[in-house]
């Protein structure tokens, strides 16, 4: 028998804090099993929206079972060095409950693409960077002194003691559907994310690249039972939060295909995110 999906939360970080708390703690409440923030500066038009890393350590230090992570964090605007010194605090705050999750970003100025100025990167760019982020964000997490000279990032001395809470680094989360992606998924990940499949069919979709990322761990001899692989919502015609019964039904779906994880959005009123209060604390694990 197949096991159902985990089921987490995506939190939008709009409010100002003390409205988030009541949130992040009512989704403790409610028995999700990790709850996550999108890493932008802005998102979509959407204004304000906080800073991820600020949120999930304020998150971090008022809750106390919940795993709390990135939806992504990507190259567009954080380097290396920086995050993975946030990442290692953020994870001793919450007592090593952080999952972080990292994905090559997007090109456009509504995913913080070229925020900074500069030219745009090229797609073969753009993976290259990524792929070399990874490769430094992992060595200064394991630590404890890493120098660093690459193409794109580079790290001198750089000391992480006493390192992450989680052995020996808290988790990656790597979005990828590429071959490229997948393969840094297979060497680096924790978790695969996957962002939905094709609008004909969102499940068959889903599955073949799970079957495209067990190739890509065997390619580096990795069991791919290891990994976690994990849906995030919202971002097809699938009605997830239609009623508790349709979210049953495409869980056991994805279940199959081979999800581990799902994640649901917080609803939002007027949104595309909106939906029945009612629906999705029914959903809720701890229902």
């Known amino acids: 028998m197949v096991a159902s999906p985990r089921v987490g939360v995506a939190m939008w970080?709009?409010?100002?804090?003390?409205?988030?708390?009541?949130?992040?703690?009512?989704?403790?409440e409610l028995g999700f099993a990790h709850a996550w923030v999108y890493d932008h500066t802005a998102w979509r038009g959407h204004t304000p929206w906080h800073d991820a890393y600020s949120t999930l350590a304020a998150a971090a230090a008022v809750t106390s079972r919940i795993r709390i992570g990135t939806l992504v964090t990507s190259p567009n605007f954080r380097h290396p060095v920086?995050?993975?010194?946030?990442?290692?605090?953020?994870?001793?705050?919450?007592?090593?409950?952080?999952?972080?999750?990292?994905?090559?970003?997007?090109?456009?100025?509504?995913?913080?693409?070229?925020?900074?100025?500069?030219?745009?990167w090229s797609p073969r760019e753009r993976a290259d960077r990524f792929a070399e982020w990874v490769e430094l964000l992992d060595r200064l997490l394991i630590g404890p002194k890493t120098t660093f000279e690459g193409t794109y990032y580079s790290a001198q001395d750089v000391m992480t003691e006493p390192g992450c809470v989680q052995r020996p680094r808290a988790p990656f989360a790597i979005a990828g559907n590429g071959p490229r992606g997948m393969r840094l998924a297979a060497r680096y990940g924790d978790f695969w994310v996957a962002n939905g499949g094709a609008a004909d069919s969102p499940?068959?979709?889903?599955?073949?690249?799970?079957?495209?990322?067990?190739?890509?761990?065997?390619?580096?001899?990795?069991?791919?039972g290891e990994m976690r692989r994990l849906l995030l919502t919202?971002?097809?015609?699938?009605?997830?939060?239609?009623?508790?019964?349709a979210f049953r039904d495409l869980a056991g779906r994805y279940a199959e295909a081979g999800i581990t994880d799902l994640v649901v959005h917080w609803p939002?009123?007027?949104?595309?995110?909106?939906a029945d209060m009612k629906v999705f604390e029914e959903i809720a694990p701890g229902a």
Do not use: M, Y
């Open 13 to 28: 970080p709009i409010q100002s804090w003390p409205e988030s708390r009541e949130l992040w703690l009512r989704a403790e």
């Open 82 to 120: 920086p995050t993975a010194h946030a990442v290692k605090t953020i994870d001793d705050i919450s007592g090593g409950r952080l999952v972080l999750g990292i994905g090559a970003g997007g090109s456009n100025r509504t995913s913080d693409g070229g925020i900074l100025g500069g030219p745009n």
């Open 203 to 224: 499940v068959e979709d889903v599955r073949r690249h799970i079957g495209r990322l067990a190739e890509a761990c065997a390619e580096v001899g990795r069991d791919p």
């Open 234 to 245: 919202g971002f097809t015609d699938e009605r997830w939060l239609e009623s508790a019964e």
């Open 268 to 274: 939002r009123p007027d949104t595309p995110w909106a």
